[in-house]
Protein backbone atom coordinates (compact mmCIF):
# COMPACT_ATOMS: atom_id res chain seq x y z
CA UNK A 1 0.00 0.00 0.00
CA UNK A 2 1.41 3.54 -1.22
CA UNK A 3 1.10 6.44 0.97
CA UNK A 4 -1.58 7.99 -1.12
CA UNK A 5 -3.53 4.40 -0.59
CA UNK A 6 -2.91 4.99 3.26
CA UNK A 7 -3.89 8.56 3.17
CA UNK A 8 -6.80 7.63 1.74
CA UNK A 9 -8.29 4.71 4.16
CA UNK A 10 -7.45 7.56 7.10
CA UNK A 11 -9.51 9.69 5.67
CA UNK A 12 -12.73 7.63 4.93
CA UNK A 13 -11.92 6.42 8.68
CA UNK A 14 -12.07 9.49 9.80
CA UNK A 15 -15.17 10.66 7.53
CA UNK A 16 -16.76 7.16 8.85
CA UNK A 17 -15.96 7.55 12.78
CA UNK A 18 -17.29 11.83 11.95
CA UNK A 19 -20.83 10.15 10.75
CA UNK A 20 -21.01 7.74 13.66
CA UNK A 21 -20.49 10.96 16.01
CA UNK A 22 -23.08 12.89 14.16
CA UNK A 23 -25.61 10.26 14.42
CA UNK A 24 -25.05 9.06 17.71
CA UNK A 25 -25.12 13.25 19.13
CA UNK A 26 -28.47 13.76 16.66
CA UNK A 27 -30.07 10.37 18.49
CA UNK A 28 -29.83 11.68 21.99
CA UNK A 29 -30.84 15.12 20.96
CA UNK A 30 -34.12 13.34 19.46
CA UNK A 31 -34.89 11.75 22.31
CA UNK A 32 -34.38 14.64 25.00
CA UNK A 33 -35.71 17.70 22.65
CA UNK A 34 -37.93 15.35 19.95
CA UNK A 35 -36.90 15.52 16.02
CA UNK A 36 -38.54 19.21 15.80
CA UNK A 37 -36.59 20.66 18.64
CA UNK A 38 -33.91 19.39 17.62
CA UNK A 39 -31.64 21.74 14.72
CA UNK A 40 -28.69 21.23 12.79
CA UNK A 41 -27.46 24.49 14.39
CA UNK A 42 -27.77 22.38 18.16
CA UNK A 43 -26.84 19.15 16.76
CA UNK A 44 -23.31 20.80 15.42
CA UNK A 45 -23.15 22.54 19.22
CA UNK A 46 -23.02 19.39 21.21
CA UNK A 47 -20.96 17.16 18.75
CA UNK A 48 -18.32 19.79 18.37
CA UNK A 49 -18.90 19.38 14.67
CA UNK A 50 -19.22 22.64 12.16
CA UNK A 51 -22.59 22.89 10.45
CA UNK A 52 -21.30 22.92 7.32
CA UNK A 53 -19.31 19.71 7.53
CA UNK A 54 -22.66 17.75 8.77
CA UNK A 55 -24.39 19.08 5.38
CA UNK A 56 -21.37 17.45 3.65
CA UNK A 57 -21.90 14.13 5.41
CA UNK A 58 -25.63 14.45 5.49
CA UNK A 59 -27.71 16.52 2.99
CA UNK A 60 -30.59 16.53 5.42
CA UNK A 61 -31.95 15.82 8.94
CA UNK A 62 -33.72 13.00 7.44
CA UNK A 63 -31.24 11.59 6.17
CA UNK A 64 -29.39 11.32 9.46
CA UNK A 65 -32.46 9.63 10.50
CA UNK A 66 -31.50 7.17 7.87
CA UNK A 67 -28.13 6.81 9.52
CA UNK A 68 -29.18 6.23 13.24
CA UNK A 69 -32.41 3.79 12.16
CA UNK A 70 -30.10 1.59 9.39
CA UNK A 71 -27.27 1.57 12.29
CA UNK A 72 -29.51 -0.09 14.91
CA UNK A 73 -31.32 -2.13 12.76
CA UNK A 74 -27.73 -3.67 11.42
CA UNK A 75 -26.75 -4.37 15.14
CA UNK A 76 -29.71 -5.96 16.20
CA UNK A 77 -31.25 -8.17 13.06
CA UNK A 78 -27.23 -10.36 13.49
CA UNK A 79 -28.44 -11.09 9.77
CA UNK A 80 -24.88 -12.74 9.61
CA UNK A 81 -26.69 -15.68 12.17
CA UNK A 82 -29.93 -15.65 10.13
CA UNK A 83 -27.81 -16.22 6.75
CA UNK A 84 -26.13 -19.24 8.40
CA UNK A 85 -29.09 -20.65 10.31
CA UNK A 86 -31.05 -20.36 6.64
CA UNK A 87 -28.02 -21.47 4.84
CA UNK A 88 -27.82 -25.21 6.94
CA UNK A 89 -31.75 -25.21 7.38
CA UNK A 90 -31.41 -25.21 11.47
CA UNK A 91 -34.50 -24.89 12.75
CA UNK A 92 -33.52 -24.76 16.14
CA UNK A 93 -31.27 -21.68 15.31
CA UNK A 94 -33.61 -19.95 13.59
CA UNK A 95 -35.75 -20.47 16.50
CA UNK A 96 -32.80 -18.77 18.52
CA UNK A 97 -32.00 -16.14 16.24
CA UNK A 98 -35.71 -15.11 16.59
CA UNK A 99 -35.95 -14.99 20.09
CA UNK A 100 -32.11 -12.88 19.85
CA UNK A 101 -34.16 -10.85 17.89
CA UNK A 102 -36.97 -10.35 19.96
CA UNK A 103 -34.63 -9.24 23.55
CA UNK A 104 -31.85 -7.96 21.70
CA UNK A 105 -32.03 -4.75 23.78
CA UNK A 106 -31.20 -4.92 27.99
CA UNK A 107 -35.11 -4.25 28.47
CA UNK A 108 -34.48 -2.16 32.13
CA UNK A 109 -31.20 -0.48 30.33
CA UNK A 110 -31.04 2.96 29.45
CA UNK A 111 -30.12 2.63 26.06
CA UNK A 112 -33.50 0.47 25.25
CA UNK A 113 -35.40 3.25 26.83
CA UNK A 114 -33.79 6.02 24.59
CA UNK A 115 -34.89 3.38 21.68
CA UNK A 116 -38.04 3.08 22.62
CA UNK A 117 -38.51 7.21 22.53
CA UNK A 118 -36.42 7.59 19.89
CA UNK A 119 -38.52 5.42 17.41
CA UNK A 120 -41.56 6.61 18.96
CA UNK A 121 -40.76 10.14 17.92
CA UNK A 122 -39.45 8.58 14.55
CA UNK A 123 -42.74 6.93 14.13
CA UNK A 124 -44.79 10.10 15.07
CA UNK A 125 -42.81 12.04 12.84
CA UNK A 126 -43.61 9.30 9.99
CA UNK A 127 -47.05 10.68 10.16
CA UNK A 128 -46.32 14.25 8.86
CA UNK A 129 -43.49 13.65 6.64
CA UNK A 130 -43.33 11.59 3.70
CA UNK A 131 -38.78 11.67 3.64
CA UNK A 132 -39.17 9.70 7.13
CA UNK A 133 -42.46 7.68 6.52
CA UNK A 134 -40.41 6.33 3.49
CA UNK A 135 -37.34 5.28 5.65
CA UNK A 136 -40.15 3.67 7.89
CA UNK A 137 -41.54 1.40 5.54
CA UNK A 138 -38.11 0.43 4.23
CA UNK A 139 -37.10 -0.80 7.80
CA UNK A 140 -40.69 -2.30 8.26
CA UNK A 141 -39.83 -4.11 4.74
CA UNK A 142 -36.46 -5.47 5.80
CA UNK A 143 -37.05 -6.86 9.38
CA UNK A 144 -40.27 -8.53 8.20
CA UNK A 145 -38.15 -10.20 5.53
CA UNK A 146 -35.91 -11.20 7.54
CA UNK A 147 -38.44 -12.59 10.32
CA UNK A 148 -39.86 -14.50 6.98
CA UNK A 149 -36.52 -15.86 5.80
CA UNK A 150 -36.17 -17.55 9.74
CA UNK A 151 -39.68 -18.36 9.55
CA UNK A 152 -39.41 -20.42 6.39
CA UNK A 153 -36.14 -22.25 7.92
CA UNK A 154 -38.72 -23.56 10.56
CA UNK A 155 -41.54 -24.15 8.55
CA UNK A 156 -41.04 -24.25 4.88
CA UNK A 157 -42.49 -24.68 1.60
CA UNK A 158 -44.17 -22.53 -0.39
CA UNK A 159 -47.84 -23.14 0.08
CA UNK A 160 -47.19 -21.90 3.92
CA UNK A 161 -46.26 -18.35 2.29
CA UNK A 162 -49.13 -16.66 2.93
CA UNK A 163 -49.05 -17.60 6.65
CA UNK A 164 -45.35 -17.00 7.02
CA UNK A 165 -46.27 -13.72 5.82
CA UNK A 166 -48.74 -13.00 7.99
CA UNK A 167 -47.30 -14.26 11.43
CA UNK A 168 -44.18 -12.07 10.65
CA UNK A 169 -46.70 -8.76 10.14
CA UNK A 170 -48.09 -10.60 13.88
CA UNK A 171 -44.32 -10.68 15.12
CA UNK A 172 -43.80 -7.04 14.34
CA UNK A 173 -46.98 -6.12 15.25
CA UNK A 174 -46.02 -7.66 19.09
CA UNK A 175 -42.64 -6.11 19.35
CA UNK A 176 -43.58 -2.68 18.55
CA UNK A 177 -47.10 -3.01 21.16
CA UNK A 178 -43.99 -4.22 23.95
CA UNK A 179 -41.89 -1.04 22.78
CA UNK A 180 -45.12 1.22 23.36
CA UNK A 181 -45.67 -0.54 26.75
CA UNK A 182 -42.21 0.42 27.65
CA UNK A 183 -43.17 4.40 27.34
CA UNK A 184 -46.80 4.31 28.76
CA UNK A 185 -46.10 1.76 31.41
CA UNK A 186 -42.50 1.57 32.49
CA UNK A 187 -43.86 -0.71 35.83
CA UNK A 188 -45.09 -3.62 33.81
CA UNK A 189 -41.83 -6.11 33.56
CA UNK A 190 -41.03 -6.27 29.49
CA UNK A 191 -39.31 -9.22 30.30
CA UNK A 192 -42.42 -10.58 31.39
CA UNK A 193 -44.43 -9.36 28.41
CA UNK A 194 -41.42 -10.74 25.95
CA UNK A 195 -41.63 -14.09 27.35
CA UNK A 196 -45.62 -14.15 27.12
CA UNK A 197 -45.51 -12.91 23.92
CA UNK A 198 -42.86 -15.81 23.14
CA UNK A 199 -44.84 -18.08 24.29
CA UNK A 200 -47.90 -17.49 21.91
CA UNK A 201 -45.61 -16.98 18.53
CA UNK A 202 -44.11 -20.21 19.39
CA UNK A 203 -47.70 -22.22 19.50
CA UNK A 204 -48.02 -20.21 15.99
CA UNK A 205 -44.85 -21.31 14.90
CA UNK A 206 -45.66 -25.00 15.85
CA UNK A 207 -48.79 -24.94 14.13
CA UNK A 208 -47.06 -23.72 11.10
CA UNK A 209 -44.13 -26.57 11.17
CA UNK A 210 -47.14 -28.96 11.52
CA UNK A 211 -48.57 -27.95 8.35
CA UNK A 212 -45.40 -27.89 6.84
CA UNK A 213 -45.07 -31.69 8.17
CA UNK A 214 -48.05 -32.90 7.07
CA UNK A 215 -47.95 -31.12 3.35
CA UNK A 216 -44.63 -32.81 3.07
CA UNK A 217 -46.06 -36.50 3.93
CA UNK A 218 -48.89 -35.95 1.32
CA UNK A 219 -46.53 -34.92 -1.09
CA UNK A 220 -43.97 -38.10 -0.20
CA UNK A 221 -47.36 -40.34 0.13
CA UNK A 222 -48.21 -38.77 -3.92
CA UNK A 223 -45.10 -40.42 -5.04
CA UNK A 224 -45.00 -43.79 -4.04
Known amino acids: MNDNDKERKVRATRAMLRRQHIAETA ?4 VTKGFHGT ?19 FSSKEDIVAEIVQRHIGAKLDENGLCKASQERNPAAAREWLQRFLYNDAPDSNCSQDNCAMFAEI ?21 RAAIATALEVMAPGPALAERRAL ?5 MS ?5 WYRRIVAPDV ?6 DYSLKMIDREIEDLASSARHLQQQETSQKL
Open 174 to 178: IGHGI
Open 189 to 194: SPIWLG
Open 123 to 143: NAEASRNERIAAIVRATDAHV
Open 27 to 30: RKLF
Open 167 to 171: LAHII
Open 39 to 57: GVAQIAADSDIKVGQIYRD
